[in-house]
């Protein structure tokens, strides 16, 4: 039996995708490229834009013209399951939780059922998914799921309504499936979640800052670098147990969306631009030169000209590595839909170009500002006869002479475009 998946959306799909993929390789599936023909298809999908609901529902249309079973996952169908299944040549749904259950789902198509519905009520989950995986298909780097769900309720955000609640997994499985991963050759672990800063608030006695001290006793593993975080969590006890960690990568994804404080207010944020500042200030004197990267949305509901001019000057002020930048995009069913003030699509494109062209200069100072020192790059594939490319700590990249897997020491000499030029040093 063949089976062909196809992940949309954030990092935490495409770890349950190949968590998904191991389950049904034990049971004797061949993986083979969605656009093969395969015996099962299983679309794992994302809902965090109207951009993403569409290319999820035509990956779906893909996956039916090829005949055989389709099974769909995640987001999307968490939100909107019924229409859905509605669909012709959909066989069954389940949620953004339940993927566990893809091949007993499987099986019951294969015996006879049809049109199947195994997508719970998110609302009521209280206990980690368990699921697991045992290699990377990047070889060098590998994504740990370590929480799900999310209490925040930002109001331009949909995804509390189709994650559930905040559940984290258990320690000692995240130090277990580490070993697993580095005893698969992987070097590098990036711990992903819904919102990784919300890791334990749902246990006793255990936090974030714990599972990092227990990642970095492990042998194998050279590199921890975190997924987005909120900016609540880089407390100044924080950043200091962290920077005793040699294996934490200096680079922080820390979500700002708005430099100024009456939009975070609106984004129903949990913090002023004044104590995003201070957090950051937190990272940069436990930490040499951090990469500090952010999201920001463009064009809030009832955003002004002098919201919008805050926030290009706060972000001068604090200073990024890099800038991910969004036009904002109203999701229905959200407490943003419902506000007034709904700027026009052209609005939006200007205001997010200031920002990106701000963010551009901003990454080019930061990249300057690391020519001359040294640095570790773990090379992940090749691209060229004997050159691979890689990423440094700060997650900036780079092609140096080598073999995948390798890290080799470099020092920065120069730019060009996005990538650093290194000299190799051992």
């Not at 309504?161 to 997994?169: K, N």
């Amino acid at each position: 039996m063949r089976a062909a998946y196809c992940t949309l959306g954030c990092k935490v799909n495409k770890y349950e995708t190949d968590a998904m993929t191991e389950i049904l390789e034990a049971a004797g599936y061949k993986t083979v490229e969605f656009d093969e023909y395969a015996d099962v298809y299983i679309i794992n999908t994302c809902t965090v834009t109207a951009v993403a609901d569409r290319k999820s529902r035509q990956m779906i249309g893909r996956a039916v013209e090829k005949g055989g079973l389709v099974c769909v996952c995640g987001c999307l169908t968490q939100r909107d399951a019924q229409s859905i299944l509605d669909r012709e040549g959909v066989d069954a749904v389940l949620g953004s939780s339940g993927k566990s259950r893809i091949l007993e789902v499987i099986r019951r198509l294969q015996a006879g059922e049809t049109k199947i519905n195994a997508v719970g009520d998110i609302r009521k989950e209280r206990d980690f998914e368990p699921l697991q995986v045992s290699r990377s298909h990047e070889r060098t780097r590998a994504n740990i799921k370590i929480c799900d769900g999310c209490n925040n309720f930002c109001s331009y955000c949909i995804i509390p309504y189709t994650r559930g609640p905040v559940r984290s997994r258990k320690p000692e499985d995240i130090m277990a499936e580490a070993k697993r991963l580095a005893a698969s050759g992987v070097r590098e672990v990036v711990l992903t979640g819904i919102l990784v800063s919300s890791y334990g608030k749902d246990m006793q006695g255990v936090g974030f800052i714990d599972v990092l001290e227990g990642l970095q006793l492990i042998e194998g593993i050279d590199r921890i670098r975190l997924s987005s975080m909120e900016p609540t969590l880089l407390t100044e006890e924080f950043c200091t147990r962290a920077a005793a960690l040699s294996k934490l990568c200096p680079h922080f994804h820390v979500s700002l969306q708005s430099g100024c404080t009456t939009v975070l207010k609106r984004m129903n944020r949990k913090y002023t631009a004044e104590q995003y500042a201070e957090y950051i200030a937190n990272v940069r004197k436990a930490f040499s030169n951090p990469a500090i990267t952010t999201d920001v949305i463009a064009g809030f509901q009832g955003e002004t000209e002098e919201e919008h001019a805050q926030t290009m000057a706060f972000l001068q002020k604090v200073g990024f590595a890099k800038l991910h930048v969004f036009p904002y995009s109203k999701r229905e069913g959200t407490a943003a839909a419902r506000m007034p003030g709904d700027l026009t699509g052209d609005v939006k494109k200007q205001r997010a170009a200031e920002i990106i062209a701000l963010g551009e200069k901003m990454s080019h100072a930061y990249a300057q500002s690391l020519i001359g020192t040294e640095h570790a790059v773990l090379l992940e594939q090749y691209c060229a006869e004997g050159i691979c490319e890689g990423y440094i700590e700060r997650y900036l990249h780079t092609e140096i002479p080598g073999m995948p897997g390798e890290i080799k020491r470099v020092k920065i000499c120069g730019t060009e475009g996005e990538k650093l030029l290194c000299d190799v040093i051992d």
